[in-house]
């Protein structure tokens, strides 16, 4: 088992700054790639990024160039650094660990909202 929490979620004004982190427990040694999602009210839960074991990054079209993702190994933690918000990238924010067989981890979600 996987245990994921999440934090640094809260209310932001459109072009600020947030920053989430994920902290994960339990078998980490598993996990092969860890990632965030969002679900916007009314719509369906969808990639926002992904980081591998080895690095290797992926975004959603709509955040390339304003969020970054990035893992410290030696604090089983990954970062979601999020730039330029818009009132669009308003949802709950979920870490998920995908484990070597694909099975997915989730957090237990984290809301941004991005308003003026």
């Known amino acids: 088992q996987v245990q994921l929490v999440e934090s640094g979620g809260g209310l932001v004004q459109p072009g600020g700054s947030l920053r989430l982190s994920c902290a994960a427990s339990?078998?980490?040694?598993?996990?092969?790639?860890m990632g965030w999602h969002r679900r916007a009210p009314g719509k369906q839960r969808e990639l926002v990024a992904s980081?591998?074991?080895?690095?290797?990054?992926n975004y959603a079209n709509s955040v390339k160039g304003r969020f970054t993702i990035s893992r410290d190994n030696a604090k089983n933690t990954v970062y979601l650094q999020m730039n330029s918000l818009k009132p669009e990238d308003t949802a709950v924010y979920y870490c998920n660990a995908q484990r070597f067989d694909r099975y997915d981890f989730w957090g237990q979600g984290t809301q941004v909202t991005v308003s003026s």
């Open positions: 980081i591998s074991s080895g690095g290797s990054t």
């Open positions: 339990g078998s980490i040694f598993d996990i092969m790639i």
